[in-house]
């Protein structure tokens, strides 16, 4: 079992910046990929980010790319969302989550076993 708590979400104005926050913990050997997601209401969950666990490489969804920045701190056993230059379009809850399968699709949510709870953000015009 891996468990993935998020904090950081928070209400702001449009252009302003927020980190997100995962504190991993249990089994995080077992997983290959730890990634962001959101959903806004009255739509479908998608990818934001994701990385891997054994090494630094990154994925993006086009939206984020350039805007959003997926990095961990291993001492710490945490991930962290560094979102800028946001938007009232980036109004969603912010899941972090964790894949145990070798290989995904980067960005795909089935491929991720476990979930947080969620953390808010609120982007106002």
């Known amino acids: 079992q891996v468990q993935l708590v998020e904090s950081g979400g928070d209400s702001l104005q449009a252009g302003g910046s927020l980190r997100l926050s995962c504190q991993v913990s249990g089994n995080s050997e077992s997983t290959f990929y730890i990634g962001w997601f959101r959903q806004a209401p009255g739509k479908e969950r998608e990818g934001v980010a994701s990385?891997?666990?054994?090494?630094?490489?990154?994925y993006y969804a086009d939206f984020a790319k350039g805007r959003f920045t997926i990095s961990r701190d291993n001492a710490k056993n945490a991930r962290f969302l560094q979102m800028n230059n946001l938007a009232p379009e980036d109004t969603a809850i912010y899941y972090c989550a964790a894949s145990i399968k070798r290989t995904i699709s980067w960005l795909t949510p089935e491929e991720y076993t476990y979930w947080g709870q969620g953390t808010q953000v609120t982007v106002s015009s």
């Open positions: 990385m891997t666990t054994r090494g630094p490489v990154t």
